[in-house]
């Protein structure tokens, strides 16, 4: 059973394309099948992937639409190793044209339902506002990655995230859980970001991934290349931490499938 995972945070700039493209390739690494969601009208971690929202036929917004299904919108990203449903700014659109429709906070919930036997990972990269994307997203999957990082801002806005995480589970999917915290663009030299890690491990425990992603200057270039971090430059310490977070992904899947 394919497992279906949000990378969600309703502050912006904090790391979620990132996070959600190169764990997409790091899974990819450790030999899993992964499908990226773009449900972010920006596109960026469909270019970040590789592949030119400009020439997409179809995309996410067919599927929400129902005028399409995900194996008929999704490409190959060649060099990433997965597959992607994009994004353009066609998808800003659906957001009005849904309000209207039947099932509206469903419309991917039902499309990925027919395609997750295909994966083993499904990817969803979400807005970072809680609109009708976002809520598409959470409905349609297990569980919540939130990327952050250690300041004191990172902290307020994931409060807010965790109860909107609780509201959905409660009303819309029983199924939602809050899977992890990554820290993310992690800096140990800075006494506030070890102040605020601490503060997160001994709140959260075992809900913080052991997992850190450092500050690294060739994860930041690589979207630049069309490529995740992962593949532009393997061997960085970006990188290298990405493909170690996977396999983390990969054991507490398996963990949970084991104790379910």
């Known amino acids: 059973m394919s497992r279906i995972f949000c990378i969600a945070n309703q502050k912006g700039g904090v790391g979620k394309t990132t996070t959600c493209v190169n764990l997409a390739a790091g899974l990819a690494k450790v030999g899993q099948r992964v499908l990226l969601v773009d449900l972010d009208p920006q596109g960026n971690a469909t270019m970040g992937s590789g592949v030119d929202k400009r020439t997409l036929e179809t995309n996410v917004y067919d599927v929400l639409l129902e005028t399409a299904s995900v194996a008929e919108a999704k490409v190959r990203a060649e060099k990433a190793g997965y597959d992607v449903l994009g994004a353009n700014r066609e998808l800003a659109g659906a957001e009005v044209e849904l309000v209207a429709l039947e099932r509206r906070n469903e419309r991917l919930r039902g499309a990925l339902k027919v395609a997750a036997p295909d994966y083993d990972f499904v990817l969803i990269d979400c807005p970072p506002s809680l609109n009708l994307l976002t809520l598409n997203g959470l409905c349609s999957a297990h569980g919540v990655i939130v990327p952050m990082q250690c300041e004191y801002f990172a902290l307020e806005g994931l409060t807010d995230l965790v109860n909107t995480i609780k509201q959905v589970h409660a009303n819309l999917n029983r199924d939602l859980e809050l899977i992890g915290l990554l820290r993310v663009m992690f800096d140990p030299r800075i006494t506030l970001q070890t102040q ?15 997992s850190v992603i450092p500050r690294n200057v060739r994860l930041a270039e690589a ?38």
């Open 196 to 210: 605020v890690s601490e503060q997160l491990k001994a709140h959260f425990g075992d809900k913080v991934f052991d």
């Open 223 to 260: 979207p630049s290349y069309g490529l995740p971090g992962v593949v532009f430059d393997p061997a960085s310490r970006g990188a290298q931490a990405f493909v170690q977070f996977a396999a983390e992904m990969v054991e507490r899947v398996g963990d949970q499938r084991l104790t379910a």
